[in-house]
């Protein structure tokens, strides 16, 4: 066990915080931000209400850099209906319909009626379980508010986006972040950075095994589990000390105990999903081979552990020393097509300049 290393403030904005006054190169009515994807150590899977987007378990991530979101705001006065573009394509209507609910947060807040151009670039493959829903909110929600002039705390702003995709909250954040469970009548909830980026030299190493975008989104996926498995009042009620495990092993800076935990967290969500009605099957042949090509690493005293979310790839966390090795194996992997590294990074930034 290592002694905790840093008693800095997270590498984030501080949730007391107020966003940076708006540069003078920048004009009113338009912003832009960027924000990284995060992966949960712990994983929320289910909502205790779908209307409020409040998740019924709390969760714990690690902001990613460099897989992130660019969103530039415009609000238009010339335009009569939100647009909204992903990747230089107009999006689908589903999708422009959760932009434009948080564009009418902002527009309700701020006290204005125009209607905005959302330009949107991901920096990592869209759809495929990567997260692109996390950073995506947390981009279009701190670019949506500086354009409409407000000035909101973190927490606002991370409470706006979890009101969007509850993974979101988190990636206003940098480092290591807790998104506690929710409940309607009890604020807005919004999520807490725990630990800095610096805290602990860890890589992730995550092994692409498909392409294109996933069949089944995680919000469709986790109502169904939550409406039809008949694990998920297990999960719920074991969520908080599987969270719990997960912070302390973090803190104590422990791979592994992290790793039992944070495989255990993945693989009883995973289970959720599979026993679901109809079951949901995120896993490809490459995803089955990449954990156990994880296990035979540690087993040979590799720090690394393996963790998947709502699609097929295979997020491998490791000690920043055994990452060649980590992606060596990888590579080398039947069904792994490619392998993409990232850290742990910052939390959203409202970026200089006009689109
Ligand atoms: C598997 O945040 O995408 O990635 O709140 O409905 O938008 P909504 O769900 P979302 O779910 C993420 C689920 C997960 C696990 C996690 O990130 O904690």
């Known amino acids: 066990?290592?002694?905790?290393?840093?008693?800095?403030?997270?590498?984030?904005?501080?949730?007391?915080?107020?966003?940076?006054p708006r540069p003078k190169s920048m004009s009113a009515g338009q912003a832009r931000a960027r924000a990284c994807?995060?992966?949960?150590?712990?994983?929320?899977?289910?909502?205790?209400d779908a209307d409020l987007n409040l998740p019924a378990v709390p969760s714990l991530s690690v902001t990613l850099e460099p897989l992130s979101t660019e969103t530039s705001v415009v609000f238009d006065?010339?335009?009569?209906?939100?647009?909204?573009?992903?990747?230089?394509?107009?999006?689908?209507?589903?999708?422009?319909?959760?932009?434009v609910a948080v564009l009418d947060r902002v527009r309700h807040q701020a006290g204005i009626g125009l209607r905005?151009?959302?330009?949107?670039?991901?920096?990592?493959?869209t759809g495929a379980g990567l997260a692109s829903s996390a950073s995506g909110f947390a981009a279009l929600s701190a670019a949506a508010t500086a354009a409409a002039g407000l000035s909101l705390s973190a927490a606002a702003l991370s409470a706006l986006a979890r009101s969007a995709s509850a993974s979101a909250a988190r990636s206003v954040f940098g480092g290591f972040v807790k998104l506690p469970a929710g409940r309607p009548g009890q604020g807005d909830l919004a999520a807490q950075p725990l630990l800095p980026?610096?805290?602990?030299?860890?890589?992730?190493?995550?092994?692409?095994?498909?392409?294109?975008?996933?069949?089944i989104g995680s919000r469709t996926a986790m109502n169904l589990s939550r409406d039809t498995s008949r694990y998920y009042p297990a999960w719920v009620e074991g969520a908080e000390a599987s969270c719990k495990r997960?912070?302390?092993?973090?803190?104590?800076r422990d791979f592994r105990a992290l790793a039992a935990a944070v495989e255990e967290s993945s693989l009883a969500m995973h289970a959720l999903a599979m026993t679901s009605s109809p079951p949901v099957l995120y896993w490809q042949p490459g995803s089955v081979a990449a954990l156990h090509a994880v296990r035979r690493l540690r087993d040979a005293g590799v720090p690394v552990c393996a963790t998947m979310d709502a699609g097929p790839h295979v997020k491998c966390i490791c000690e920043r020393d055994a990452r060649d090795r980590v992606r060596r194996a990888?590579?080398?992997?039947?069904?792994?097509?490619?392998?993409?590294?990232?850290?742990p990074g910052p939390g959203v930034r409202v970026t200089l300049g006009a689109p």
Do not use: C
């Open 246 to 252: 997960v912070a302390e092993a973090l803190a104590a």
């Open 116 to 125: 905005a151009r959302v330009e949107s670039v991901n920096h990592f493959p």
């Open 330 to 343: 990888l590579s080398e992997t039947p069904g792994v097509h490619e392998t993409l590294v990232a850290v």
């Open 197 to 215: 980026a610096s805290h602990w030299d860890l890589s992730v190493v995550v092994a692409i095994t498909a392409r294109g975008r996933k069949a």
């Open 1 to 20: 066990m290592n002694p905790p290393k840093s008693t800095n403030p997270p590498n984030s904005m501080n949730p007391a915080q107020k966003h940076e």
């Open 37 to 48: 994807a995060n992966i949960a150590m712990a994983k929320y899977w289910g909502k205790s």
């Open 77 to 99: 006065p010339s335009a009569d209906a939100d647009v909204f573009s992903l990747d230089g394509q107009t999006a689908p209507p589903a999708e422009r319909a959760r932009v």
